[in-house]
């Protein structure tokens, strides 16, 4: 079964610094892998998603991330965090029902606070 | 996000109400989502439809009732809930890019 794991409940990282927000994944075949994040009170919004190509996948709002298939990793980062990033990140893996329907797996969520 | 609307944003409900929640996704998607998020809990995938058919029933409790009339609007009839149901409950779309998009979710409370 497809599975992610988010190993930190919550990251902690100052104003202008480098953040890393890690997430490995466990699949059968190759791995759909997918960020989003939620600011409190809103749904869950897209960032990016590896499918396939470059392994550095660039999203929105100054984020990236890597996926590492030997470590079976798609950690998210971005090189100088913003207070305003402070929200609730999830990684996703995508499990297929139908050819054309898929449905996602979701880790528990990282809770990234970014202090002034 | 604008994408995807959900009403009500927020529903407080006795035990022995009947209730709806409503989605209606503008980016003319084929697949609609519900999910459930509790405190503390990875997302929980309810029910999925592709062209109004429903294809996914995550073992989720006959008190809760999806309706898809077309592609564009998903319901949720909720009928003698629990306090446990009480959770944020997020509708999604996706059309063929691997990406859902999510509602702002209603927040739901039952008493």
């Known amino acids: 079964a497809q599975s992610v794991a988010q190993p930190e409940d919550q990251v902690n990282v100052a104003e202008g610094n480098p953040l890393t927000v890690k997430c490995t994944y466990s699949?059968?075949?190759?791995?759909?892998l997918f960020w989003y994040v939620q600011y409190p009170n809103r749904g869950l919004q897209f960032l990016l998603k590896?499918?396939?190509?470059?392994?550095l996948v660039k999203g929105s709002y100054g984020f990236e991330a890597e996926f590492n298939k030997s470590q079976t990793s798609f950690h998210l980062k971005k090189p100088s965090a913003l207070v305003s990033d402070s929200a609730l990140y999830f990684c996703?893996?995508?499990?297929?029902?139908?050819?054309?329907?898929?449905?996602?797996?979701f880790g528990t969520g990282t809770r990234l606070q970014v202090f002034p | 996000e604008t994408g995807v609307t959900q009403t009500p944003r927020h529903l407080v409900m006795g035990m022995t109400n009947k209730k709806s929640l409503k989605c209606e996704q503008h980016?003319?998607?084929?697949?609609m989502y519900w999910y459930k998020q509790s405190a503390k809990k990875p997302l929980e995938l309810m029910f999925v439809?592709?062209?109004?058919?429903?294809?996914e029933n995550n073992s989720v409790p006959s008190r809760f009732s999806p309706e898809c009339p077309n592609s564009s609007h998903l319901f949720l009839h909720l009928h003698t809930l629990q306090p446990e149901d009480s959770a944020l409950y997020l509708c999604?779309?996706?059309?063929?890019?691997?990406?859902?998009?999510f509602g702002p979710g209603t927040r739901l409370t039952v008493l």
């Open positions: 999604a779309s996706s059309q063929d890019t691997f990406a859902q998009y």
């Open positions: 699949v059968s075949g190759n791995p759909y």
């Open positions: 590896y499918i396939t190509g470059d392994n």
């Open positions: 996703a893996v995508r499990d297929l029902i139908y050819e054309d329907t898929d449905k996602l797996i």
């Open positions: 980016l003319g998607h084929n697949a």
């Open positions: 439809y592709n062209f109004k058919e429903q294809t």
